[in-house]
């Protein structure tokens, strides 16, 4: 198609310079003739853009007002693909893994920078999240209703592990309790009431609402999961230290004694201000900057909506989030007078805590 266009324009300015060269005008025949070349071109840019356009719908790339930084196709266009239409298929299943766990890879951090507080590139909390379960690693549950997997909760070392090369003493040896369990999955389920139809029934209008606010509704409700399994899990809490910095640190020390490497820290809004404005005689301590990057101890802070305490978390430690089936559904019928549709989410999710040391509640004084 491209290579019709340029030949069509090829035409028309083989005419023009030939035109030129005789230092004469174009006659009518040849102006006409120019002007049609022209318009084909026109016509072919087009189809070419709409081809393009249609590309990028197929490989998911984010287009129609995708959120920043959303890799790959976005939850409107997955459902979309899905076959997803208000009328015509108000149900559709697909995998939550697929829609969910495939855009949003398990955090790798950076290396933590050189600190040099005078250079503006230097970010010493990146704030790059609200919600926690981007972080943590991820499997396919498929259609499995309960998951397999193992829980631990204690590690003890018996004995020297040094020893002389000829030894004939008995080695050390190391005891860890596990437990093999059989977990079944939660169902999360939330409703988005009264959305216009107008909205539904636009494809473009779809994918822009579905990929903001029901890419919101559902991964809040599975970042609610996520704390939920690790509050039942009893994690180990400490508040050495005064304040929320000291606490943090000294929580980081604690953590790292039991065999954990902390990565993470998850706080509310709240404690992120005070985190953000602590001060000493110099200002403040965590400078300004406008990228995002990581300085507090390598951690990744995460500022979560509600009043969530603060929490360490060592994300490969800590479990598993397995995501299993999603399905969405559109209720015409109990708005049909006012011309609006109730939408139902369900996920089937389960975070699996594996090892409850994996994070450590600190409450801020």
Sequence with gaps: ????????????????????????????????????????????????????????????????????????????????????????????????????????????LPPTPTINPTDPAWVPIGRDSRFLWPALPR??????????????????????????????????????TLTAVSEPMKQLAVTIRDIPNAILEAESLLRQFLNSEGRFVVERELDAHV?????????PFGNTGTGLVAQVRNGVTAMRAEGANPSVL??????????????????????????????????????????????????????????GGMRFDADPYTGFTRNLTTLRVEVNALFHVRDARGARRIAAT
């Design 266 to 323: 998850v706080v509310n809004a709240a404690d992120a201000a005070a985190l953000d404005l602590t001060t000493d005689a110099g200002g403040y301590v965590f400078p300004l900057s406008q990228t995002g990057g990581t300085g507090l101890w390598g951690l990744r802070v995460i500022e979560r909506p509600g009043t969530t305490p603060p929490y360490l978390i060592d994300p490969a430690m800590l479990g598993m989030l397995y995501l």
């Design 139 to 176: 499997a396919d549950a498929g259609t499995n209703t309960a998951v397999a997997d193992f829980r631990q909760t204690a590690r003890a070392v018996t004995g020297a592990v040094e020893r002389a090369i000829d030894a004939t003493t008995t080695k050390a040896e190391l005891d860890v």
């Design 1 to 108: 198609m491209r290579a019709v266009l340029r030949e069509a324009l090829d035409r028309a300015d083989t005419i023009i310079t030939a035109a030129r060269k005789a230092g004469r005008p174009l006659t009518d025949d040849e102006r006409e003739y120019v002007k049609r070349c022209i318009d084909q071109a026109d016509a072919d840019r087009d189809a070419a853009a709409f081809r393009d356009e249609i590309d990028r719908m197929r490989r998911g790339d984010p287009v129609d007002g995708s959120p920043p930084g959303w890799q790959g196709p976005g939850l409107g266009q997955k459902l979309i693909q899905a076959g997803f239409h208000a009328k015509s298929r108000p149900s559709v299943e697909l995998s939550a893994y697929a829609a969910l766990g495939a855009h949003a890879k398990t955090a790798t």
């Design 227 to 235: 704390e939920r399994q690790i509050v039942a899990a009893a994690p």
